[in-house]
């Protein structure tokens, strides 16, 4: 892993603004959400996600999600999970001209655990103009058991 990283991560440029706008696309994240640990002076934390330049970037968050299916907090989008936090990460990082929206519908691995799943799926389904995404969407849902193949 260590050579992963000084050979792919490290040599990356640092984050920039987009002063111009030129070639900018907004990429939504439908996960966990999105947990940003503010660096402490000892390192630890997160660096990259804390960068000004990279916050910037993260356009909205809202969150669909609640444990007894509720009415959701809407400004509760910390991912207890990691994984919408990953895959933030990942988009901010190798795409600098992206801006993101998160959206989180769920704060397990899987979407079992809530109606939001479903929520969602109804919500999208209708928005969504490219057949793929739809399609992952409806994949997804049918490994977890909330649609029929």
Do not use: W
């Not at 990259?48 to 509720?70: E, G």
């Not at 989180?104 to 928005?127: C, G, P, W």
């Amino acid at each position: 892993m260590q050579t992963f990283r000084a050979t792919y991560i490290e040599p990356l440029p640092e984050p920039t603004g987009n002063e111009d706008g030129r070639d900018t696309v907004c990429v939504a994240i439908i996960d966990t959400g999105l947990y940003i640990e503010e660096p402490d002076l000892d390192g630890d934390g997160d660096e990259f996600l804390a960068h000004p330049d990279v916050q910037s970037r993260v356009k909205d968050r809202r969150n669909f999600f609640s444990p007894d299916d509720t009415e959701p907090d809407p400004d509760d989008c910390e991912d207890k999970h990691g994984h919408g936090t990953h895959v933030a990460r990942l988009v901010l990082r190798f795409a600098p001209r992206a801006h993101v929206v998160i959206a989180k519908i769920t704060n397990s691995k899987t979407l079992k655990s809530t109606k939001t799943a479903q929520l969602v799926n109804v919500r999208f389904s209708f928005l969504l103009p490219c057949g793929l995404i739809r399609s992952s969407l409806h994949t997804c849902l049918c490994a977890d058991g909330l649609a029929k193949p």
